[in-house]
């Protein structure tokens, strides 16, 4: 379902990620309670920022020195946590998108963490996370394009080897992004500063409470993840 490629775990020790597999979903525009409280977690994470540069949270911080690690500016391409708190700040709101895409977005500005959200049914067996080969292919969302990532960029690619998203988690691509039609979703949280073990605990806690809020007859399992333990599998089907 979710694995770090041995190379990646050897090379960037520091990750910690929760993983959550949710189905039996509903996806569509997001109901007003949700976007409520989409609305109020964005007001508080801008008064809880004040006058802090985003790019000094620790978090934040952690991705960028792993961005360059691999060959990518930090300050040009930004991480999606990064990304959605430098909107925030500039233009004073994060517009909706969808139920889960809204969900995965307010735990990523709670925490400061990038938040992944799969569609599941449009994603080839186990999605691996690896430093590319180059020959992989890349659709843009909004683009019909197909590119390639760079040689040694950390990527997300599936079973075929489509590429899920690139630079680790600065883009995500079209064919994994997550549509009206979306039952079946994985959300990936992720983090490499020092208490990223347990602010993705934390997150965990949060994604799990809004899917029981605006998911309620969806099922989910969840997985911690580190080098340790660098891969989250389904569990066996009943027969």
Not at 45 to 69: C, H, M, Q
Not at 90 to 106: E, Y
């Amino acid at each position: 379902m979710f694995a770090y490629d041995d190379e990646v775990s050897e090379r960037f020790p520091g990750i910690r990620a929760v993983v959550v597999h949710a189905t039996g979903l509903f996806n569509g525009h997001s109901p007003q309670e949700l976007l409520d409280e989409y609305q109020a977690g964005q007001r508080t994470v801008v008064r809880k920022l004040g006058d802090t540069a985003i790019a000094d949270l620790p978090s934040i911080s952690a991705w960028r020195r792993v961005f360059a690690e691999f060959g990518a500016k930090p300050t040009r391409y930004r991480n999606a946590a990064e990304a959605l708190l430098r909107r925030l700040s500039k233009q004073g709101d994060i517009p909706t998108v969808n139920t889960l895409v809204d969900m995965g977005n307010l735990v990523s500005i709670r925490y400061a963490m990038p938040v992944a959200v799969f569609d599941r049914d449009n994603v080839a067996g186990t999605i691996t996370v690896r430093f590319a080969a180059g020959d992989e292919p890349f659709a843009d969302l909004g683009c019909s394009d197909t590119v390639q990532p760079n040689p040694g960029e950390v990527v997300f690619v599936d079973g075929e080897g489509v590429v899920c998203a690139r630079r680790w988690c600065w883009r995500q691509g079209a064919t994994s992004a997550t549509s009206e039609d979306t039952t079946d979703a994985l959300f990936v949280v992720e983090g490499h500063h020092d208490t990223a073990e347990q602010d993705v605990e934390a997150a965990l806690r949060d994604l799990t409470s809004l899917l029981a809020s605006y998911q309620p007859r969806g099922q989910i399992e969840s997985y911690a993840l580190s080098p340790a333990r660098p891969r989250a599998k389904e569990p066996p089907k009943d027969l």
